[in-house]
T-cell receptor
């Protein structure tokens, strides 16, 4: 069963506008972490933002914010004031416990195109 | 620069061969994760090590194995390689499993091409 769902294979946004990338997740574990990563065309994976399942406040990191709606099991990424350099693949991920360790499940990704 | 070092960056090898991918975590990080990114499967979690011990296993094939050494670097061994093993292999590190939910820093990846 799909545990992380990113329903937008591709998104376009005008430079300087805000954009929301959707992510829904599924887990029965009360303790988990949600992440967003950016993968530019160079291939590296860049950590953007993290939200813990017990965190009361939505996470923010500069122009990135995570809209965490626990009851709806959604963790959307909001990028404010888009820049051309934001064009990349964006992955939503969930880390949950597995035995004595942790596993991370990634969504299929959303490719964001920022237009000048 | 994430502080996680992976070598080699690129690897081309033939079917049936065996290769070893190496990962050095960030200084002070005890936990190493390995992932495989392919076009058809996306990003898949393979295995996690913490301070030399295997802690969690994901979709890792029996032909693949990993270990973490006392100096905390990790190696992923891929044997009897098939064309379908061609992928980008990442390792990532975090500080402790108690902070396993915290941010994980990724290496640049090793692009493996099996011909």
């Amino acid at each position: 069963a799909q545990k992380i769902t990113q329903t937008q294979p591709g998104m376009f946004v005008q430079e300087k506008e805000a954009v929301t990338l959707d992510c829904t997740y599924d887990t029965s574990d009360p303790s988990y972490g949600l992440f967003w990563y950016k993968q530019p065309s160079s291939g590296e994976m860049i950590f953007l933002i993290y939200q813990g399942s017990y965190d009361q406040q939505n996470a923010t990191e500069g122009r990135y914010s995570l809209n965490f709606q626990k009851a709806r099991k959604s963790a959307n990424l909001v990028i404010s004031a888009s820049q051309l350099g934001d064009s990349a693949m964006y992955f939503c991920a969930m880390r949950e416990g597995l035995g004595g360790g942790f596993k991370t499940i990634f969504g299929a990704g959303t490719r964001l195109f920022v237009k000048a | 620069d994430s502080g996680v070092t992976q070598t080699p960056k690129h690897l081309i090898t033939a079917t049936g061969q065996r290769v070893t991918l190496r990962c050095s975590p960030r200084s002070g990080d005890l936990s190493v994760y390995w992932y495989q990114q392919s076009l058809d499967q996306g990003l898949q979690f393979l295995i996690q090590y913490y301070n030399g011990e295997e802690r969690a296993k994901g979709n890792i094939l029996e032909r693949f194995s990993a270990q973490q050494f006392p100096d905390l670097h990790s190696e992923l061994n891929l044997s009897s390689l098939e064309l379908g093993d061609s992928a980008l292999y990442f390792c990532a590190s975090t500080t402790t499993p108690e902070q396993g939910f915290g941010e994980a820093f990724f290496g640049q990846g090793t692009r493996l091409t099996v011909v």
